[in-house]
């Protein structure tokens, strides 16, 4: 199975910006629908933002739109995530998933089988 690693949290305050990063090996991602989720303390895991298998459709989060940008790049096995005018309640560990049943241009929020291990973000106020 593929192993997807994520790598770029951190500590910053309000306002700032932070890219993550979701590194794949032992596989391809080019046939998964790629995304991040992310659950903050105490809280569920909820859905951030989803990239189609080719890129060419993306879907956000209501409470990201306009701040966060999700990007791939299938010939480095590679998926992004950057988040601009961050808040206290972006908090939380980020998941990068993907999901290896999808068909051309689905953007689907649910039913990911494969997970990274997370990585934390923590926003000051």
């Known amino acids: 199975q593929v192993q997807l690693v994520e790598s770029g949290g951190g500590l910053v305050q309000t306002g700032d910006s932070l890219r993550l990063s979701c590194t794949a090996s032992?596989?391809?991602?080019?046939?998964?629908?790629m995304a991040w989720f992310r659950q903050g303390a105490g809280k569920e895991r909820e859905f951030v933002a989803v990239?189609?298998?080719?890129?060419?459709?993306?879907d956000y989060a209501d409470s990201v739109k306009g701040r966060f940008t999700i990007s791939r790049d299938n010939a480095k096995n590679t998926v992004t995530l950057n988040m601009n005018r961050l808040e206290p309640e972006d908090t939380a560990v980020y998941y990068c998933a993907a999901r290896s049943r999808t068909v051309t241009g689905a953007v689907p929020k649910s039913g990911f089988d494969n997970w990274g291990p997370g990585t934390l973000v923590t926003v000051s106020s």
């Open positions: 032992g596989g391809t991602i080019s046939r998964s629908a």
């Open positions: 990239i189609s298998m080719a890129g060419t459709v993306r």
